[in-house]
């Protein structure tokens, strides 16, 4: 089974610019997370997504925002990019009878 | 009072001893606990979950469950220089259709060969 797909999985923009990142889950899991991690901060939450529906959101302003499509293929969208939001952006997938979120190998996002 | 806490460490074990690692968690209702080993630039990696009171082997890992606390643990015994890492304890809480995983900071775990 495959795992889950991040593209692209580097990344450089500058500030004001705006981003899109993509996340394909494993197959057969209708759940897709977003995580931001930075150094500083460890691991933050930003948003969830089942079934197309946004089921559970973090504390980050809106210029963050997502969507998932009927294929459960999930994508973030950065807006007026900041110096701050160079991170390391992960998606997670979770299914299964075990309800278990696995991790893709994240886009690390650079902001200049 | 932070969801899910962890001590940052690091935490320093030399090779070939048993290295405990610590997590309580603040809701009573969380169903389901999972260890996730992330080395530096990489993503986290599922080593394991555990749903139940007591504990669970697999392999040299061992997760600790008491809900009762609210903590559970993972040793990883034989320590080798490759288990150098940071351990996510995450906490699968809420209601039924409203599941969301809680990451703790992780413990930053030292090896030394």
């Known amino acids: 089974k495959a795992g889950v797909t991040q593209t692209p999985r580097y990344l450089i923009k500058t500030r004001g610019q705006q981003v899109t990142l993509s996340c394909s889950p494993i197959?057969?899991?209708?759940?897709v997370s977003w995580y931001q991690q930075t150094p500083g901060q460890g691991l933050q939450f930003l948003f969830e997504?089942?079934?197309?529906?946004?089921?559970n959101k973090g504390n980050f302003p809106g210029r963050f925002s997502g969507r998932q499509f009927s294929n459960s293929r999930s994508e973030m969208n950065v807006s007026t990019l900041e110096l701050g939001d160079s991170a390391l952006y992960l998606c997670?997938?979770?299914?299964?009878?075990?309800?278990?979120?696995?991790f893709g190998p994240g886009t690390r996002l650079t902001v200049l | 009072q932070k969801e899910v806490e962890q001590n940052s460490g690091p935490l320093s074990v030399p090779e070939g001893a048993i290295a405990s690692l610590n997590c309580t968690y603040s809701?009573?209702?969380?169903?389901?606990f999972f260890w996730y080993r992330q080395y530096s630039g990489k993503s986290p990696e599922l080593i394991m979950f555990?749903?139940?009171?007591g504990d669970k082997e697999d392999g040299r890992f061992t997760a600790q469950l008491n809900k009762a606390s609210q903590y559970v643990s993972l040793l990883i015994r034989d320590s080798q220089p490759s288990d150098s890492a940071t351990y996510l304890c995450?906490?699968?809480?809420?209601?039924?259709?409203?599941?969301?995983?809680?990451f703790g900071t992780g413990t930053r775990l030292k090896v030394l060969a």
């Open positions: 997670a997938s979770r299914g299964g009878p075990s309800d278990t979120q696995y």
């Open positions: 197959s057969g899991h209708r759940s």
């Open positions: 997504y089942f079934s197309e529906t946004q089921r």
């Open positions: 809701d009573r209702g969380s169903q389901s």
């Open positions: 555990i749903y139940s009171n």
């Open positions: 995450a906490v699968n809480s809420g209601t039924s259709g409203t599941y969301k995983y809680i």
